[in-house]
């Protein structure tokens, strides 16, 4: 069964800094891995998705990187902002009967950037 | 499109009644998944559905939860009898299964369930 850690569980930083958030899952046979980011009261909204067969994805300041070898992915957020706040969800998906795309979840990384 | 919708959005109960959640995929999806989040345990998948039948319902906890998809436009969760250790997030997502790698889920903003 697959399962996905996360650390830290919770960050705080000052605007502008550089960050990192970490991600690792136990069985290498996905199918793609995703960074989803939810807000208090929100659902989830997908920002980065890492086909197996690729390395990383760039979008705007996010970055987002895969190692299925080493079941490592993380999400690199280049100059923060404060409207980054927010929790970070990385999910490991592998392809379940009738072809269905099955999360996993990691429990997120809650993100406060200081103004 | 407006994305997945869900209602109601917040629902306070009382422990032994009936709860139905509701959820309108996006049109032209045809996998619907039923989330729950809750503190201890995250984010764990309930049920999903592809073109509208249950595939894997392995995570739901027990017989008190039940869910439809009569169709490609509409699904319930029912709780029945509710008790408060039911009291959590639920989720809606729905995807559309073309086989394509860039595949991703779409998330509802949630059903706040209270059970006192």
Redesign the interface.
């Known amino acids: 069964k697959q399962e996905v850690t996360q650390i830290p569980a919770a960050l705080s930083v000052p605007e502008g800094e550089n960050l990192v958030l970490n991600c690792s899952f136990t069985d290498s046979a996905i199918?793609?891995l995703?960074w989803?980011r939810q807000d208090p009261?929100?659902?989830?909204?997908?920002l980065l998705?890492i086909?197996?067969?690729q390395r990383e994805q760039t979008s705007g300041r996010l970055n987002a990187s895969l190692d299925k070898s080493s079941g490592r992915s993380t999400l690199y957020i280049a100059a923060s902002q404060p409207g980054d706040s927010a929790t970070y969800?990385c999910a490991a998906t592998i392809i379940?009967?009738?072809?269905?795309?099955?999360?996993?979840?990691?429990?997120?990384t809650q993100l406060t950037v200081l103004p | 499109d407006a994305g997945?919708i869900q209602s109601p959005r917040h629902e306070v109960t009382e422990m032994g009644q009936e709860v139905t959640l509701r959820c309108k995929p996006i049109s032209g999806h045809n996998?619907l998944?039923w989330y729950r989040q809750t503190m201890m345990r995250?984010?764990e998948?309930l049920i999903?559905f592809?073109?509208n039948?249950p595939?894997?319902d392995s995570g739901m906890p027990e017989d008190r939860f039940s869910a439809k998809m009569p169709n490609a436009s509409f699904s319930t969760l029912k709780i029945q009898p509710s008790e408060p250790r039911d009291s959590a997030v639920y989720?809606c997502?729905s995807?559309k299964?073309s086989?394509g790698?860039?595949?991703?889920?779409?998330?509802?903003?949630?059903t706040?369930l209270l059970v006192l």
Request: glycine fraction near 16%; proline fraction near 4%.
């Open positions: 199918y793609n995703q989803f009261g929100k659902g989830l909204t997908s998705l086909q197996s067969s969800l379940s009967s009738g072809s269905a795309r099955q999360l996993t979840f990691g429990s997120g | 997945v996998s998944f995250g984010l998948l999903y592809n073109n039948v595939i894997d989720f997502a995807s299964t086989g790698p860039q595949e991703t889920q779409y998330f509802g903003p949630g706040r």
